[in-house]
């Protein structure tokens, strides 16, 4: 059974870059058809789509952070990125990674269990 | 890219039925069939309980229905339950290879 865990800094100062890794157990990351995604929860609020690396090998972002955010594989490690610059205390939130079946369908499962993200100096 | 619409807050009682709403644009809900609708229990993430409008994961029960007309996706639960309480949200692909997600019902069960 596919499980995803995310890691990384919980704490992160203004101007610096967030950086998360989700390490994929229980297949691989290069499986066909699968796409792998970031989205976060801003505390109290809702979900937020942030990205993925398509299954078709290109990346999509959300507009509003595109200019900021890099979502990558390693398809070595079997893990994926997320990397996010030039960060503000907007962006304290609950950060989960997912897997997205995307060929002739489209959903997001399973999920991690999530990592809390604090941008505060 | 708005998120998709939905009711803050629905509530029913026991044994009852419940429908939420999820509404989009013909870029995104009305344009595809990859609505899907999670689950999301306090503390926890988010859990797949209906994909590509209408199909159910497997072990999720059938109480659980979706369904959509033109820009508007619906998700309805029926024989209403104490454990169904919870936030749902709604997600959609878009024409921009994108997701949106809408901004989450919280249901109350009386």
């Given amino acids: 059974q596919l499980q995803l865990q995310e890691s990384g800094s919980g704490l992160v100062k203004p101007s610096q870059t967030l950086s998360l890794t989700c390490a994929v157990s229980g297949d691989s990351i290069s499986g066909h058809g699968y796409s792998w995604s970031w989205i976060r929860q801003p505390p109290g609020k809702g979900l937020e789509w942030i990205g993925y690396v398509y299954y078709d090998g290109n990346t999509y972002y959300r507009p509003s952070l595109e200019s900021r955010v890099t979502i990558s594989v390693d398809k070595s490690k079997n893990h994926f990125s997320l990397k996010l610059a030039s960060v503000t205390a907007a962006d304290t939130a609950v950060y989960y990674c997912a897997r997205v079946m995307s060929s002739a369908t489209q959903r997001f499962d399973p999920w991690g269990q999530g990592t809390l993200v604090t941008v505060s100096s | ?110």
């Fill in chain 2, 1 to 110: 890219q708005s998120a998709l619409t939905q009711p803050a807050s629905v509530s029913g009682s026991p044994g009852q039925s419940i429908t939420i709403s999820c509404t989009g644009t013909s870029s995104d809900v009305g344009g595809y069939n990859y609505v899907s609708w999670y689950q999301q229990r306090p503390g926890k993430a988010p859990k797949l309980i209906i994909y590509d409008v209408i199909s159910r994961p497997s072990g999720v029960s059938n109480r659980f229905s979706g369904s959509k007309s033109g820009n508007t996706a619906s998700l309805t639960i029926s024989g209403l339950q104490a454990d169904d309480e919870a936030d749902y949200y709604c997600s959609s692909f878009t024409s921009s290879v994108t997701e949106v997600f809408g901004g989450g019902t919280r249901l109350t069960v009386l």
